[in-house]
């Protein structure tokens, strides 16, 4: 009676459509299939994963199918014949979870080319060492690429991916580029000496139609405010390199999945490139930075210290500066009978380098019950109420936002995948091969170029979302803003003073004031609001029993 043929499975893989090693699928099977005869194996089942990656079992369908037809015992095999280890897998912790996962159905691993058989003594701790060592390896040439690129910040090198805003890449160093460097020189200046923060220098560049230069890193032609941040905050443009501010990292509790994160200790030289703003002027900036951050903390205001509703909204007749809220007290008789508060020019002190001769005190109390009564009977025009429904039932399009976003989370997958694929192809060179060290060269400067454009491709996605939350942010501020508005008669009546300033900073981008008091009383001119609440300018007249007053209310012309 013949004796009954031991039943085998093969499975191959390779990593991209190039032949890995040597040897294509083809080859491989070819071999293992010779192997078989000569020891007199059945084959009755053959497994493929073309263009798959060993890093990970996951992904592998034929792999995992395999694995489940030995636990349901499908065929009664014994031996799994596999090319070479690598093939069955690069990554140590699944190469053993899944050699044992056979041990416990009865199969164990034969490596052709290796010479390893899982069945023997020396065979599975064989297989744990090379296991080991192939993803040693790879995680060495990672850290060997990511050290390369550490050691041309250190030298004050520009280190790779798209030149900042601003600077142009000549044979690998960064060089001004003046057309783009007017705008970072502008950015600079208003934040520093005004009191703009990003949205009022955004709204700025784009009301003065500066825009970006499109280049092939970026087609949005507006400075938004989270990239003026960015600018601000970057200090590459005083000259120096930072490296590391942002890191890629595994996810706490998986295995493939990856996050950008922010870091403190990253590597700042001086760079090899000329600044376009100085080093003190860098510095100041990321004081105001920090103060403004704090700026709605108020940890020193004393409980009966007054808030000026309108501080920095009114602006000066004269030179157009902001006027700030101040006290004065008023004698009689050489005693004191009462404060007085006001809005004066801030640049009537000659702060700032500036002198302006506008001396006049406006009363906070008339100026603040005017500004009141406007917004008040705008909202009981009949039409205004259809007119605020409508805004706050608008939808916002996020189409065009959401579809780039997508393009570079698919691009940053492919490029993940690719950087995974040439770490395998060089883990898997073949050290004999007498063109071995060329090979590893050029896929090196494969991988360096791959790490290059995961690194733009992980600021591009930040910038994107940033303008996503941004244009969201906005639509859920104007909605409450409009709806706010419905009852600002009934809502200003009970609101204590620091609810009223921020009501008004949201509502109100400046008022204009008369430079002579009016023969009616008043000062107010005229006021502009941050949200197009009204179609077109249009005058509002008032009647205050006493006279008629007309403010020429204005929306917005840029949203």
């Known amino acids: 009676m013949e004796k009954a043929r031991i039943k085998v499975y093969t499975y191959t893989r390779v990593s ?10 083809d080859a491989q099977k070819a071999c293992m299939k010779a192997f078989a005869d000569f020891n007199g194996y059945e084959i009755v089942g053959e497994y493929e994963d073309a263009g798959k990656s060993g890093r990970s079992i996951e992904g ?36 053993l979870s899944s050699l044992q996962t056979m041990q416990d159905f009865g199969v164990n691993l034969i490596c052709v080319e290796d010479g390893i058989d899982s069945s023997k003594d020396a065979g599975k701790l064989i297989i744990s060492v090379l296991s080991a060592v192939a993803e040693i390896e790879k995680d060495n040439i990672r850290v060997q690429t990511l050290e390369g690129r550490m050691q041309k910040a250190r030298e004050g ?235 706050i039932n608008m939808k916002v399009d996020t189409a065009a936002i959401d579809q780039e976003i997508e393009n570079y989370e698919k691009e940053l997958r492919h490029f993940y995948s690719l950087k995974s694929k040439l770490l395998e192809e060089i883990d898997g060179l073949d050290f004999d091969d007498k063109h071995y060290s060329r090979r590893k060269s050029d896929l090196e400067d494969r991988l360096s170029k791959a790490y290059d454009r995961i690194d733009e491709l992980e600021e591009l996605l930040l910038d994107a979302r940033a303008k996503k939350r941004t244009i969201e942010a906005e639509k859920i501020t104007g909605d409450n803003i409009y709806k706010i508005l419905f009852y600002f008669d009934k809502m200003y009546a009970v609101m204590d003073e620091a609810e009223r300033r921020h009501l008004m900073e949201s509502l109100i981008d400046e008022i204009q004031i008369y430079e002579e008091r009016q023969p009616n009383g008043q000062w107010l001119k005229s006021i502009r609001f941050k949200l197009p609440i009204i179609d077109q300018d249009m005058s509002l007249s008032l009647d205050n029993n006493s006279h008629i007053e007309t403010v020429v209310l204005m929306s917005r012309k840029d949203t």
Request: hydrophobic residues 35%; glycine residues 8%.
């Open 16 to 25: 991209t459509a190039m032949q890995v090693d040597g040897y294509s699928l």
């Open 60 to 95: 592998r369908v034929q792999f995992n199918q395999m694995i489940e037809d030995i636990k349901s015992d499908k065929d009664g095999v014994s031996y799994v014949l596999v090319f070479k280890l690598s093939r069955f897998g690069r990554n140590a912790a699944d190469v």
């Open 157 to 391: 090198r520009w280190v790779g991916g798209f030149a900042p805003y601003g600077y142009r890449l000549v044979n690998g160093a960064l060089e001004i580029n003046e057309e783009e460097a007017e705008a970072i020189r502008i950015i600079f200046d208003r934040y520093l000496h005004t009191d703009m923060g990003s949205n009022g220098i955004a709204r700025y560049l784009a009301n003065q139609g500066i825009h970006k230069i499109e280049r092939q890193n970026g087609k949005n032609p507006y400075f938004d405010a989270a990239l003026i941040r960015r600018i601000i905050q970057n200090p590459v443009y005083c000259g120096k390199i930072a490296y590391g501010r942002r890191r890629t990292e595994k996810v706490h509790g998986t295995r493939n999945d990856y996050h950008l994160v922010e870091k403190d200790d990253y590597i700042l030289v001086d760079g090899r490139h000329e600044g376009i703003i100085s080093e003190d002027d860098w510095q100041a900036a990321q004081v105001k930075v920090e103060a403004q951050a704090k700026k709605y903390e108020h940890v020193n205001r004393g409980k009966n210290e007054r808030i000026h509703l309108l501080t920095g909204i009114v602006k000066c007749p004269l030179c157009g500066a902001g006027m700030y809220g101040n006290k004065s007290v008023k004698h009689r008789n050489g005693k004191k009978y009462k404060d007085y508060y006001f809005y004066g020019c801030k640049h009537r002190l000659s702060t700032r380098g500036h002198k302006c001769d506008y001396k006049k005190q406006i009363s906070e109390e008339v100026l603040d019950n005017a500004v009141a009564e406007v917004i008040t009977a705008l909202v009981k025009k009949p039409k205004f109420a259809a007119l605020m429904q409508s805004k």
